[in-house]
């Protein structure tokens, strides 16, 4: 079946340090992935996609590059704020046919920017 | 835009009590919602696929008599808790697929905290 797995927080990082969440993937066919963030006390939110391989998906300075060869969707950002401070979710969906479209979510991995 | 809610944010009940979550797309209509489960430190878990005007489908292992799930218009889900027992609290968080988008995103709502003493 389907997994993904993501690197265990937390991560802590000071302000403008460069951040890296690692992701790795399990499936059949060719899933589309993503990243999720969750602020506190909110629901999830769409950070960004990449629904074929070698596509990267970009939002807010976040970027990840969808790689095939290694399973891979590693999230990364040049510069982090304080303001990034969540609990980021590697996630695919496979295309499943009839509408399916089930996401598969990794265990999260929370993020703290400190000044 | 893509707004998802869900009622009541936290709730606490007694054992053997029912519990009903509500989740709503507030601007947009979703033929599919999901029901998903999130224990701490782990992923989200997906309990069900909610189609309105149809039945839910239930992913394995999930007890369909145990978490009843209504899908009966475009813009509301139902989750209840049936009898509830401690070992059901849990954060559940919903999601709504918005119809007619290219591209089937999931907007997912800010969750319900259920304990259940």
């Known amino acids: 079946g389907n997994s993904v797995t993501q690197m265990e927080g937390p991560v802590t990082l000071s302000e403008e340090a460069f951040l890296t969440i690692n992701c790795t993937y399990t499936a059949t066919g060719y899933p589309s992935l993503f990243w999720y963030v969750q602020y506190p006390g909110e629901g999830l939110q769409l950070l960004l996609k990449a629904t074929k391989a070698d596509d990267k998906g970009s939002n807010k300075g976040f970027e990840a590059t969808y790689r095939k060869e290694t399973t891979s969707f590693h999230l990364e950002k040049g510069s982090v704020q304080v303001s990034d401070s969540a609990v980021y979710f590697c996630a695919l969906s496979d295309r499943v046919t009839g509408g399916g479209n089930k996401l598969t979510f990794g265990t999260g991995t929370q993020l703290k920017v400190e000044l | 835009g893509a707004v998802v809610s869900q009622h009541p944010s936290r709730v606490i009940c007694k054992s053997g009590t029912s519990v009903k979550i509500e989740c709503r797309s507030l601007d947009f209509q979703a033929t599919t919602m999901f029901w998903y489960r999130q224990f701490p430190k782990k992923s989200l878990m997906l309990m069900a696929t909610s189609n309105e005007g149809s039945k839910a489908t239930y992913e394995q292992g999930v007890e369909k008599d145990k978490f009843l799930i209504n899908h009966a218009s475009l813009t509301l889900s139902t989750l209840t808790v049936t009898s509830a027992h401690p070992e059901d609290s849990s954060f559940y968080i919903c999601?709504?697929?918005?119809?007619?988008?290219?591209?089937?995103?999931?907007?997912f709502g800010p969750g319900t905290r259920l304990t259940v003493l």
């Open positions: 999601s709504a697929r918005q119809n007619g988008r290219l591209y089937n995103e999931q907007f």
